[in-house]
């Protein structure tokens, strides 16, 4: 069976410091992935997808950035983190003809 | 530009009671439609996927029915225990989509009442 891994599940970051949060995905080959970012009191929010290696689209222009350097491993990364990137990141993967998505259980970021 | 609107944005109901969660959606054209449930600092667990060309789906006490024409769905949740108390969310996937980006709505929160 696929299962979805994503670390860590909490983190706490100043300003000004680096990010970088992982995520794999086990049990199936080629997967779309997705980053999502959830904030308080709205909707989820798609950051950056992925349909394949070194493949990856943004969705909103903002200070995050993703990479894929392996088929089933997605990471999501800034090189210095503002206040306004507190959230919680979730990260999915979808195949397969009715591209159901499954996701991991998040991290909750805050940046202090 | 698809747009997915969940009403009520709270619920709370009786612990025994049968249920019906909302989900509009603003572009017909649609792949699928999935149903999640989300607890408190938790992930999304898929709970259904309705295909385009599907009416409805059930998992046990839960039964997903897609319209298309209307731009609709509900989640009927049947004699509901106060575990079912979670965020539910319904998201839509674009039919021209072959990258499988979901548009969700802003949940449904439900608290079942012992």
């Known amino acids: 069976s696929q299962t979805i891994h994503q670390w860590p599940a909490t983190l706490v970051q100043p300003v000004g410091s680096p990010l970088s949060l992982e995520c794999t995905v086990e049990g199936t080959s080629n997967p779309n992935l997705y980053w999502y970012r959830q904030a308080a009191g709205r909707g989820l929010q798609l950051l950056f997808y992925s349909v394949g290696i070194g493949q990856i689209s943004s969705e909103v222009p903002q200070n995050l950035s993703a990479s894929r350097p392996q088929d089933r491993q997605f990471i999501l990364s800034s090189k210095k983190l503002l206040l306004s990137d507190s959230g919680f990141y979730l990260c999915?993967?979808?195949?397969?003809?009715?591209?159901?998505?499954?996701f991991g259980q998040g991290t909750r970021l805050t940046v202090v | 530009k698809q747009e997915v609107t969940q009403i009520p944005a709270a619920l709370s109901v009786p612990e025994g009671e049968n249920l019906v969660l909302n989900c509009s959606f603003t572009?017909?054209?649609?792949?699928?439609l999935q149903w999640f449930r989300q607890d408190p600092g938790k992930g999304l667990t898929s709970l259904l996927l309705i295909q385009s060309s599907q009416r409805e789906q059930t998992s046990g006490r839960l039964n997903a029915s897609l319209d298309k024409s209307s731009g609709r769905s509900t989640l009927y949740i049947a004699a509901s225990q106060p575990g079912d108390s979670a965020t539910y969310l319904c998201?839509?996937?674009?039919?021209?989509?072959?990258?499988?980006?979901?548009?969700f709505g802003q949940g449904t929160t439900l608290q079942v009442k012992p």
């Open positions: 999915a993967w979808s195949a397969g003809g009715t591209l159901e998505a499954f």
């Open positions: 572009d017909s054209a649609i792949y699928n």
């Open positions: 998201a839509a996937l674009r039919s021209t989509s072959n990258t499988g980006k979901l548009i």
